[in-house]
């Protein structure tokens, strides 16, 4: 039996003797004061042993790390949970409470399904990899959803994540949000420890990356390319890459090696990529042979037309592909006939789906 409790029925709920095996607490933008937090903590103790799948929902609700504290005090006690999901987006948390986060978290061997929503905390690289180190500990995941978007990473170079995710042999899909504060002006300028964490993920076929407003160029992304591309059992790669630094999208390396690729969503809106690198991406892409879906967003670019009708062609030839959903607004290409695109696409290929915008001037 599933249950949700709303802030104002949690007092009753304690003296009720119900027995249930899903919690749903749903206390987004609810100021949490210690005695509530302790409260929420005690809710879970009792519950632990029959609590399989757990959501807490805690979005701006003004915990900071004591009163998180008190909460996994309970949570750590639920060992029989296998799917947790855990939003504590802009809550003052450091890395004080992720070190604790990652503390509970080791003790749910049971867990399969993972979430944790930690965007605009206060949370450094330190924190992270204590976090991480936690999460290795459930052996049993499949499934790990990590957003740490707008955090105070103060380091530029990703090697907390080295070796953490090597334990996890069950994992099959990843997904990881790493998006910086632009206006903070610092980035990550070298993913090469996330990489090699990646490349030891061999078991994921669902890889999920938002590595937007850092400072990446053309050289760190064919460094992450070489790494994701000794994940041979990849079938998707969603990767959002928005307000970059790139003139390229050097991807070649995936094309050439994951060949059960058969979903690519790319956003990269806002870089600097031309034509000469849409039309050298498009070498290593007309290899993607197996692919079917295809979300592709480069809007704000430089690219010409010359780059774009490279681009319409490949992807014309790619046989497999059943949904093509194509961004190009705002590029320098004013002069580009899209219905003669749509046409062609309409006349040459197999696509069930389709949404092709190359202007953006409404
Ligand atoms: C808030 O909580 C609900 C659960 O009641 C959840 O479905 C929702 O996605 C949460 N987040 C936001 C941002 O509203
Ligand atoms: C991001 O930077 C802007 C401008 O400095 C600031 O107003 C905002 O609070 C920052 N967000 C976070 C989550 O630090
Ligand atoms: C297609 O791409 C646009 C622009 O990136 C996006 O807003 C839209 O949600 C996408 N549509 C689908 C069906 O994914």
């Known amino acids: 039996m599933r249950i949700i409790i709303f802030l104002f029925s949690l007092k009753f709920l304690k003296s009720q003797e119900t027995s249930y095996t899903e919690l749903c607490l749903a206390f987004n933008y609810t100021k949490i004061n210690d005695e509530m937090a302790k409260n929420v903590g005690t809710q879970l103790s009792c ?8 959501d807490l929902h805690l979005r701006t609700a003004y915990l900071g790390d004591n ?3 008190s909460i996994l005090v309970g949570l750590s006690k639920c060992s029989l949970v296998e799917d947790l999901k855990l939003e504590l987006i802009y809550n003052r948390l450091t890395s004080e409470g992720a070190r604790q986060i990652g503390k509970a978290l080791s003790q749910l061997k049971n867990l399969k399904i993972l979430q944790i929503d930690l965007d605009q905390n206060e949370i450094d690289e330190h924190g992270i990899s204590q976090l991480l180190y936690g999460i290795q500990e459930c052996q049993q995941l499949t499934e790990v959803n990590l957003q740490l978007n707008e955090n105070k990473i103060k380091s530029q170079d990703t090697s907390f994540f080295t070796n953490q995710l090597q334990k996890l042999r069950n994992l099959k899909t990843f997904k990881l949000g790493l998006k910086c504060n632009y206006s903070a002006l610092i980035g990550l300028q070298d993913l090469s420890g996330l990489g090699k964490a990646l490349a030891q993920s061999e078991n994921v076929q669902f890889l999920k990356l938002d590595l937007s407003a850092n400072k990446i160029n053309n050289q760190i992304l064919n460094s992450l390319s070489l790494e994701i591309c000794k994940m041979e059992n990849l079938q998707s ?3 959002e890459l928005n307000e970059n630094q790139m003139t390229e999208l050097n991807l070649g390396q995936v094309f050439e090696r994951c060949q059960n690729l058969n979903q690519f969503k790319i956003r990269a809106i806002e870089n600097q990529i031309d034509s000469t690198g849409i039309i050298s991406f498009c070498q290593s892409f007309k290899k993607c042979y197996s692919l ?8 704000y670019n430089q690219i010409r037309n010359e780059g774009i009708s490279q681009l319409a062609e490949t992807i014309l030839d790619l046989k497999n592909l059943r949904t093509l ?11 580009f006939d899209e219905i003669y695109l749509k046409k062609l696409f309409i006349k040459k290929s197999q696509l069930v789906k389709m949404r092709i915008v190359v202007f953006g001037l409404v």
């Open 47 to 54: 519950h632990s042993q029959q609590l399989i799948k757990i």
């Open 67 to 69: 009163n998180l504290h």
């Open 237 to 239: 790669l969603q990767i």
């Open 325 to 335: 959903n194509l961004s190009l607004e705002y590029n320098f290409n004013d002069q």
């Open 292 to 299: 079917q879906i295809l979300d592709f967003d480069l809007s």
